[in-house]
């Protein structure tokens, strides 16, 4: 007996935790540079400091006003704090830090716990059908052996399972339904690209559908809610996570704006409620650079972008590669010795989630030469 299989086309990927850029976070992203701040400034010299790692051998210490570190890659700040240039697995645990004055004194103790994560790896789909057509889709890592990885999966851009197991199992009847199957659990920042797929988290999980919740777009009349353990959207691609989260399918510039959420418990008392504003901006057209010469050899470029009319987009201008102007001007102007030196220039269009830079071209003014022709009448013709 022959079997066929519906394909399938199938995405996955995996929780990434927040990457901190300043001030080390408890939870660390691998090759994460960061600082652990004490928390006072010990920029007088005349303190010694020293940082312990309590799980390896690594040591810091600024005594009698010199650095010295046993560890590669870990430095000190100017006021005492300790410096990741990049974070590793081994970097895991506690920090112990004394402060100890110039006559001997203990001023200052303390210690600072981190956790690094491995990166997230691009996991690929296996897919493995049983010969009475059902699946099992496994969201798989080479090598991978972090345990604390969670998987989501969406059908149709709608979870369906967000959890520790990267497997997820389908009935023949699902697979020949021939749904889409793919993933995303990002949070929406602040800025938002168009068509980001993400979810707004409400500051606790409201997994108990006792409690009713709805959240409501400021700027237009898009309410979502779960009353009485059912949801209700009037708008597409907004949905309710079992836990209360507000997802976005795909977000467009019409979505801009302050949401306001409203927790309320079963008995009509309000327990939660509050805001989150979001901002989605469009990709950055390419621009090209328009030269303009003016009759004296000067010259006016333009960083065009044709019919873009996106207002946050500001202007950077590069002069063989290096930049020469940063601001909303879409202009630059060279005179005409600067014109002459036949650099090259290329501006870039930036909002704050994308960006996009012209081709460089090189300015030639050549002078406008008026030319004044006489004819001389042929007085034969006369
Ligand atoms: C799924 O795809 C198969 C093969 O392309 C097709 O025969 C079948 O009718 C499709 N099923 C649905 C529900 O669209
Ligand atoms: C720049 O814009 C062009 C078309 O407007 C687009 O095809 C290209 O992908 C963009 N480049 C970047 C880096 O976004
Ligand atoms: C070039 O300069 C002329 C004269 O000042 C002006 O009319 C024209 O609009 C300019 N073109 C561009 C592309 O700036
Ligand atoms: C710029 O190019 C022109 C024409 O090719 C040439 O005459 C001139 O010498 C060049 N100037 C410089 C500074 O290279």
């Not at 237009?220 to 996570?241: F, H, M, W, Y």
């Not at 959420?261 to 057209?285: F, L, M, N, Q, R």
């Not at 036949?342 to 003014?365: D, H, L």
């Amino acid at each position: 007996m022959i079997f066929q299989y519906s394909l399938l086309l199938i995405l996955c990927g995996f929780t990434a935790l927040s990457v901190s850029t300043e001030t080390c976070g408890k939870d660390l992203l691998e090759g994460t540079s960061c600082i652990i701040k004490l928390p006072e400034k010990y920029n007088d010299k005349s303190n010694d400091i020293k940082w312990t790692h309590s799980s390896s051998d690594a040591v810091i210490e600024r005594k009698n006003k010199k650095t010295k570190s046993n560890t590669p890659g870990l430095t000190m700040e100017e006021d005492g704090s300790l410096r990741f240039q990049s974070v590793s697995l081994k970097d895991t645990g506690t920090y112990i830090y004394t402060v100890t004055s110039s006559d001997g004194t203990e001023i200052g103790k303390g210690e600072a716990e981190i956790k690094v994560y491995e990166k997230v790896p691009k996991p690929t789909v296996k897919i493995s059908c049983t010969a009475d057509g059902n699946a099992a889709l496994t969201c798989d890592v080479e090598n991978n052996k972090d345990l604390s990885l969670t998987v989501s999966w969406c059908k149709d851009g709608k979870l369906i399972q967000n959890e520790i197991n990267p497997q997820v199992f389908l009935s023949s009847t699902q697979v020949q339904e021939n749904k889409t199957y793919s993933f995303s659990t990002e949070t929406c920042g602040k800025d938002l690209l168009e068509g980001t797929s993400c979810i707004i988290k409400l500051p606790e999980k409201y997994n108990d559908k006792s409690n009713d919740i709805k959240w409501a777009h400021f700027s237009s009349d898009a309410v979502i809610q779960r009353k009485n353990k059912k949801t209700k959207s009037n708008t597409p691609g907004l949905t309710v996570e079992e836990d209360g989260s507000l997802r976005f399918q795909s977000v467009s510039l019409k979505d801009t704006g302050t949401y306001i959420y409203t927790v309320t418990s079963s008995d009509g008392t309000e327990i939660d409620k509050g805001e989150v504003e979001i901002k989605v901006y469009e990709k950055a057209p390419k621009p090209t650079v328009k030269i303009n010469c003016t009759a004296d050899g000067n010259a006016a470029l333009t960083c065009d972008v044709g019919n873009s009319k996106d207002p946050s987009l500001t202007v950077s201008w590069y002069e063989d590669g290096k930049l020469i102007q940063n601001e909303i001007n879409h202009q630059v102007f060279l005179s005409s010795t600067q014109v002459q030196e036949n650099k090259s220039y290329s501006c870039e269009k930036r909002n704050p989630v994308s960006r996009n830079k012209s081709e460089s071209v090189t300015v030639s003014c050549i002078a406008k030469i008026f030319l004044c022709l006489r004819h001389k009448r042929d007085s034969s013709t006369l």
